[in-house]
Nanobody, 124 residues
């Protein structure tokens, strides 16, 4: 059974930082792209960041320069370092694995496996 489990969410003040982690089990994703998406109340799920198996990265314009995606293939994990957080970053954050495709995708439809999500709230 494939599982993606996110952790690291919480409440942070504007300008603060959080590091999200996503641990995968049941299948090795080192050869496939992994990504982060988020969904705010009343809004559609949107792309945040993705990383290919060769460490190529892509970011949404809204987070470029503030968020950094990374992965540890030995641990079958992906991370999202979020700095300079803004209230607009408040959302449930989901990690996802794009299996069995090797090409990157910025669309939620391109991902096969999803975590349960972790809440990030940016508020003073």
């Amino acid at each position: 059974q494939v599982q993606l489990v996110e952790s690291g969410g919480g409440l942070v003040q504007p300008g603060g930082s959080l590091r999200l982690s996503c641990a995968a089990s049941g299948r090795t994703f080192s050869n496939y792209p992994m990504g982060w998406f988020r969904q705010a109340p009343g809004k559609e799920r949107e792309f945040v960041a993705a990383m290919s198996s060769t460490a190529g990265t892509g970011y949404a314009d809204s987070v470029k320069g503030r968020f950094t995606i990374s992965r540890d293939n030995a641990k079958n994990a992906v991370y999202l370092q979020m700095n300079s957080l803004k209230p607009d970053d408040t959302a449930v954050y989901y990690c996802a694995a794009r299996w069995p495709y090797s090409s990157p995708s910025y669309s939620a439809k391109g991902y096969s496996y999803w975590g349960q999500g972790t809440q990030v709230t940016v508020s003073s």
